[in-house]
């Protein structure tokens, strides 16, 4: 069993989230559903029936989604970082997970449930821990230009080039 579980409130989408996350990531399924019995329905105000939550799993990580209503919605505060090895990755995951929310700088992006991301080339956590600090800099300068990460910039900026 894994120990930490992100849980994501939702306040009515979290079929439709999970659905499109398990769509969007490769090496992912949903597990259990439990859904709202009459007396849990009553007190939270939401339909006998209908899906009260749904575990799943991106990428080997698991997950809990919620519908809970409109009391809690989601901010930058949290995010959940994707390390790509290639540039087909990173294009892939960002078009489909910024399509319908916010392009943010530096790889960040709010999708259309609210849940931020940021889609990251694992080469740039090994290219600004470089030991030469002049390498670094201008690969997070390069960085701190862009909105969708893009390797080979980096690469050139990290090569001086």
């Known amino acids: 069993m894994q120990k930490l579980t992100p849980f994501l409130w939702f306040n009515n989408q979290a079929e439709e989230a999970v659905n499109y996350y398990v769509s969007t990531f490769k090496n992912s399924r949903i597990g259990k559903v439990t859904?709202?019995?009459?007396?849990a329905a009553e007190v939270s105000g939401r339909p006998a029936g209908s899906v009260m939550t749904m575990a799943f799993e991106l990428e080997g990580q698991?997950?809990?989604?919620?519908?809970g209503g409109p009391l809690f919605s989601f901010s930058p505060a949290i995010s959940f970082v994707v390390n790509c090895q290639t540039q087909e990755e990173v294009d892939t995951l960002w078009d489909k997970l910024s399509a319908g929310g916010q392009q943010q700088q530096c790889g960040w992006l709010t999708d259309k449930f609210g849940v931020t991301w940021q889609i990251v080339p694992a080469v740039l956590i090994e290219m600004l821990g470089d030991k030469d600090?002049?390498?670094?800099?201008?690969v997070m300068h390069a960085m701190l230009q862009m909105t969708k990460?893009?390797?080979n910039r980096l690469k050139q900026a990290y090569e001086n080039k």
Request: no cysteine; net charge positive; charged share 40%.
């Open 35 to 39: 859904r709202y019995g009459d007396e």
């Open 62 to 67: 698991k997950f809990t989604a919620l519908n």
């Open 133 to 138: 600090a002049a390498k670094a800099k201008r």
């Open 149 to 151: 990460l893009d390797i």
